[in-house]
């Protein structure tokens, strides 16, 4: 499994950012793709899960109305879509295989995430 997420950077209160996950080493479509975030001194959070189909689900709700997601299974690539970004959303993003836990402690490989940050 390897996972590459891309597309962070710095953004002012409202912005919006597309982050993007490029995955290889498994059957892509046949996987749920998970959303996580961590930001500093915090706890790594669920930000949303989307299906093999392409369905949403456990989308936290902080973002709830903000961040969309999407995939595209043609080319093994997940996409984050976060509109009016808030100071509060600055964090590292982080992307994994499968139906992930609210914390992702199970999962044991982690991508090099991708920084967000949201401020005037």
């Known amino acids: 499994v390897q996972l590459v997420e891309s597309g962070g950077g710095s953004v002012q209160p409202g912005g919006s950012l597309r982050l993007s996950c490029a995955a290889s080493?498994?059957?892509?479509?046949?996987?749920?793709m998970s959303w996580y975030r961590q930001a500093p001194g915090k706890e790594r959070e669920l930000v949303g899960i989307i299906t093999g189909a392409g369905g949403l689900l456990n989308v936290a709700d902080s973002v709830k109305g903000r961040f969309t997601m999407s995939r595209d299974n043609a080319k093994n690539t997940a996409s984050l879509q976060m509109n009016s970004l808030k100071p509060e959303d600055t964090a590292v993003y982080y992307c994994n295989k499968g139906y992930g836990s609210a914390s992702g402690n199970e999962y044991t490989y982690w991508g090099q995430g991708t920084q967000v940050t949201v401020s005037s």
């Open positions: 080493g498994f059957p892509f479509s046949s996987y749920s």
